[in-house]
Structures are given as structure tokens and as C-alpha cells.
Nanobody, 122 residues
């Protein structure tokens, strides 16, 4: 069993930055790819970014390239999402997930965190 706990969300003004963290526990963190997803009110959950177990390959939603950066620290069992130049449309609950079952872009990950709220004000 794997537990994922996200943190770092909050309220920020448009143009600001936040860094989300996701700490994994329960088994060897470094073996699995990790992903970030988000779900805005009334919308479906969508892919944000993903990173391979070694960190040598990064994947981003096309619309977020250049503003969001994913990284990981296997020594700390943690994956990060640095979000810059935030916009009101980035408002959502952000989830981390691990153990992708059907590729990094799919929603089919075996383990999910509870999410952290990000709210971007105008």
C-alpha cells in the first residue's frame, strides 16, 4: 500500500507562484513514475505533469509548458510541482498519483493523494 500526502496549496494572486509537494510512504518511492493532476469545479480531472522514476523524462500538458515544473527527490520520497505565473483558471484541487497503469498521461494511476486546493484570485 502507498500513501500520498499533498501540501503547499493555498490562495495566491494572479501572477504569483506556489510549490506543491507530495510525500509518499509505504513502499519504495523511487521505483515509480509520479504524476500531478488537477480538477476544477464542474470539470473533469486533467493531467498536469509527470516524471519518470529516475527523473530523466518529464511530461507536461501542452497548455502548462513553461509555467509549471515537476521534479522529484527520491531521498525525501517527494515530488514537487512548481507553479509560476498563476492564472485564475489554474484554480483547482491538485492531486499527485503514482504507479501509472496506462501511460503517464492517463488518469489510470494505482495510488492517489487526497488533493490540495489551489485558488488563484484576480
Amino acid at each position: 500500500q502507498v500513501q500520498l500526502v499533498e501540501s503547499g496549496g493555498g490562495l495566491v494572486q494572479a501572477g504569483g507562484s506556489l510549490r506543491l509537494s507530495c510525500v509518499a510512504s509505504g513502499r519504495a518511492f523511487s521505483r515509480d513514475g509520479m504524476g500531478w493532476f488537477r480538477q476544477a469545479p464542474g470539470k473533469e480531472r486533467e493531467f498536469v505533469a509527470a516524471i519518470t522514476w529516475s527523473g530523466d523524462r518529464l511530461y507536461y500538458a501542452d497548455s502548462l509548458k513553461g509555467r509549471f515544473t515537476i521534479s522529484r527527490d527520491n531521498a525525501k520520497n517527494t515530488v514537487y510541482l512548481q507553479m509560476n505565473s498563476l492564472k485564475p483558471e489554474d484554480t483547482a484541487v491538485y492531486y499527485c498519483a503514482t504507479d501509472p497503469l496506462n501511460g503517464y498521461f492517463s488518469l489510470r494511476y494505482r495510488y492517489w493523494g487526497q488533493g490540495t486546493q489551489v485558488t488563484v484570485s484576480t
